[in-house]
């Protein structure tokens, strides 16, 4: 009996040892380097975001926050390669709407759910879709530009980031809502769509202001509206497509990152902790701002709901749309 005891009292004053042992990893996280793995190639707005916010978190952290471009097939050789990572902590999936509320729709295989798959850790920031037009547009306001496209037979043409994009789906959406002839001319990103537009190959577009702005900043494009809500402090004088005439198309492009399935509520809460603090610090606000950017704050709670959203508004349309990527 006594030797049972022993050995009984014996496991019992271990068991907290066994469980520290198991539980220290959480609660020393990080004690190597980060790695954000980015569906874009180097230079692009996600790429840069991830960038800015990489530095802070390696700041507080006190590790190393390092930037992984692996661009193509929508995000799914990026969200790939996370979905097969450890669920330590140590590797994260950074993407934007697309990447986790358009293109598992969008594509008719899709090789990552971005509900079942990923553990919410936290927004970014988001920034609106504006609607733009070269300089030398006869079309100086929202309803100069559908008059324009109704005094043509073949309509208007309209450049996107890509198919199935955010600015694909809202100019379709334009289009049909308006009551106008949209023609599609996709391209592999904003840079190149945009210089076609400045030079009058396309009619219009929808993009964000960060890679846009500049060029409306220049004068060579003109910003005829803002396909948001709310007005736009970085472009106070151009009006919402509500206040334009054309109600129901608001969207934004919102940036976030995602840990693998079953990473532990610890690690994601100290790495939620970590990016907060870095979309609030004043320099990146001000960075943020001037590139039409707000800080999106969430908890890791409230970012899996808003997805959750997001991926319900964006189904339908992607659906409705009759856009689908083989």
Not at 92 to 114: Q, W
Not at 116 to 136: E, G, N
């Amino acid at each position: 009996m006594q030797t049972r005891l022993s050995t009984f009292l014996k496991a019992l004053a271990s068991a907290p040892l066994i469980f520290m042992a198991c539980a220290s990893p959480a609660q020393d996280f990080p004690t190597r380097a980060i790695t954000m793995v980015v569906p874009f190639a180097p230079g692009g707005p996600t790429d840069t975001i991830s960038r800015n916010i990489a530095q802070k978190m390696s700041d507080t952290l006190g590790q190393p926050v390092v930037v992984d471009n692996r661009p193509g097939g929508g995000g799914q050789i990026a969200g790939s390669f996370v979905r097969q990572a450890k669920p330590d902590g140590y590797t994260l999936f950074v993407g934007a709407t697309e990447m986790f509320a358009i293109n598992h729709t969008l594509f008719s295989k899709f090789s990552y759910d971005p509900m079942k798959d990923f553990t919410p850790v936290s927004a970014f920031v988001q920034t609106p879709m504006i609607l733009v037009v070269a300089k030398d547009s006869a079309a100086g306001t929202v309803q100069d530009l559908i008059a324009l496209a109704k005094s043509k037979p073949e309509g208007l043409s309209y450049a996107s980031q890509g198919p199935g994009s955010i600015g694909h789906l809202l100019g379709q959406t334009f289009g049909s809502r308006t009551g106008v002839k949209m023609v599609h001319v996709p391209y592999k990103g904003s840079a190149p769509a945009l210089q076609d537009l400045v030079t009058g190959r396309v009619d219009l577009m929808f993009d964000v202001m960060m890679s846009s702005g500049p060029l409306i900043n220049a004068g060579k494009l003109k910003a005829l509206a803002v396909a948001d809500p709310r007005a736009f402090a970085g472009l106070p004088a151009v009006p919402t497509l509500s206040q334009a005439g054309v109600g129901g198309l608001d969207a934004g492009v919102w940036f976030g990152v995602v840990a693998p399935a079953g990473t532990p509520d610890a690690v994601v809460a100290t790495l939620n902790a970590a990016v907060t603090k870095a979309i609030q610090s004043p320099d990146l606000v001000k960075r943020f701002a001037d590139q039409g950017l707000d800080p999106l704050p969430m908890t890791a709670a409230q970012f899996g709901q808003f997805m959750k959203g997001e991926v319900n508004r964006w189904t339908p349309l992607v659906k409705a749309s009759g856009a689908q990527v083989e």
